[in-house]
Nanobody, 121 residues
Framework: VQLQASGGGLVQAGGSLRLSCVVSTRTFSSYAMAWFRQAPGKEREFVAS????????YYTDSVKGRFTISRDNAEKTVYLQMNSLKVEDTAVYYCAVGLSIAASRTRPAYWGQGTQVTVSS
């Protein structure tokens, strides 16, 4: 399973970005998906996850109401729409595959390479 994340960049506070992650696997629709992030000097943290069908989503408290995770099983892609970005959202964002939605938050099976998001004040 290979994951390719894209969509990061430099944006001003209050702006928006949409991250994408394409997953190379024939069984994408059977996997839960998640986004994590790692800021400089900090540990990697969970951001959002989505069930295999897209029917269930979870978010860390700091992004609720601002970020939206979604997926397109036909395109084997998971998205993270990030609105009202804050300086503290600056991090490398990673997509991950989970064998269940619970596992996607705590024990992802596969990781992408990361995409840098920088929010300026």
């Amino acid at each position: 399973v290979q994951l390719q994340a894209s969509g990061g960049g430099l944006v001003q506070a209050g702006g928006s970005l949409r991250l994408s992650c394409v997953v190379s696997t024939r069984t994408f629709s059977s996997y839960a998906m998640a986004w994590f992030r790692q800021a400089p000097g900090k540990e990697r943290e969970f951001v959002a996850s989505i069930s295999y069908s897209g029917g269930s989503t979870y978010y860390t408290d700091s992004v609720k109401g601002r970020f939206t995770i979604s997926r397109d099983n036909a395109e084997k892609t998971v998205y993270l729409q990030m609105n009202s970005l804050k300086v503290e959202d600056t991090a490398v964002y990673y997509c991950a595959v989970g064998l269940s939605i619970a596992a996607s938050r705590t024990r992802p099976a596969y990781w992408g390479q990361g995409t840098q998001v920088t929010v300026s004040s």
